[in-house]
Antibody, heavy 122, light 108 residues
Framework: QVQLQQSGPGLVQPSQTLSLTCAISGDSVSSNSAAWNWIRQSPSRGLEWLGRTYYRSKWYGDYGASVRSRIAINPDTSKNQFSLHLSSVSPEDTAVYYC????????????WGQGILVTVSS | EIVMTQSPATLSVSPGEGATLSCRASQSVNTNLAWYQQKPGQPPRLLIYGASTRATGIPARFSGSGSGTEFTLTISSLQSEDFAVYYCQQYKTWPPDSFGQGTKLEIK
């Protein structure tokens, strides 16, 4: 059974960088048939896909248009986890952040982390 | 961009009764449609993919149907744990961020 365990701060100051980690058990961040995603949820935006990292002989990353200029998603093979870094945050980035997996079966998300509410406020 | 529209926004049903939730896509997604259930304070939980295939461990009272632009999630004989918000998501086109706005299933 795949489990995703999220960690990171729940409060970030405006203009700073939001950083979260998702630790994977029951699968590998280097899997050739999975991709590792970050999704956020807020009342104003609903469920919003932020980006992914995946390995297919080499590492790839893709990001959503709304955050592309300030996001990075990085794998950590030594710890079997991946991270989200979102820079220059504003109150509009306040949301519950989830990590999630999809596999070669399709771009639907079969396993999710527990979610972390991140508030951007001074 | 494919827009997913769910109806109704809120559905009030008594325990033991059945419920039918609808999801419409602005253009055809074939059967690349997933349904999720979300309870307060929890992440979404995958129920259905491929429009009609139940995910592992999902009870048989949950069923999905449809193709193209019209989809339905049917829950027969509602249990107390089924009252939640339900989302549909199309995954025919990239990126995978086409979620519906949700249907809240509440106890009548």
């Amino acid at each position: 059974q795949v489990q995703l365990q999220q960690s990171g701060p729940g409060l970030v100051q405006p203009s700073q960088t939001l950083s979260l980690t998702c630790a994977i058990s029951g699968d590998s961040v280097s899997s050739n048939s999975a991709a590792w995603n970050w999704i956020r949820q807020s009342p104003s935006r609903g469920l919003e896909w932020l980006g992914r990292t995946y390995y297919r002989s080499k590492w790839y990353g893709d990001y959503g248009a709304s955050v592309r200029s300030r996001i990075a998603i990085n794998p950590d093979t030594s710890k079997n986890q991946f991270s989200l870094h979102l820079s220059s945050v504003s109150p509009e980035d306040t949301a519950v952040y989830y990590c999630a997996r999809y596999t070669s079966s399709g771009w639907f998300f079969d396993f999710w982390g527990q979610g972390i509410l991140v508030t951007v406020s001074s | 961009e494919i827009v997913m529209t769910q109806s109704p926004a809120t559905l009030s049903v008594s325990p033991g009764e059945g419920a039918t939730l609808s999801c419409r896509a602005s253009q055809s997604v074939n059967t690349n449609l997933a349904w999720y259930q979300q309870k307060p304070g929890q992440p979404p939980r995958l129920l259905i993919y491929g429009a009609s295939t139940r995910a592992t461990g999902i009870p048989a009272r949950f069923s999905g149907s449809g193709s193209g632009t019209e989809f339905t999630l049917t829950i027969s004989s509602l249990q107390s744990e089924d009252f939640a918000v339900y989302y549909c998501q199309q995954y025919k086109t990239w990126p995978p961020d086409s979620f519906g706005q949700g249907t809240k299933l509440e106890i009548k």
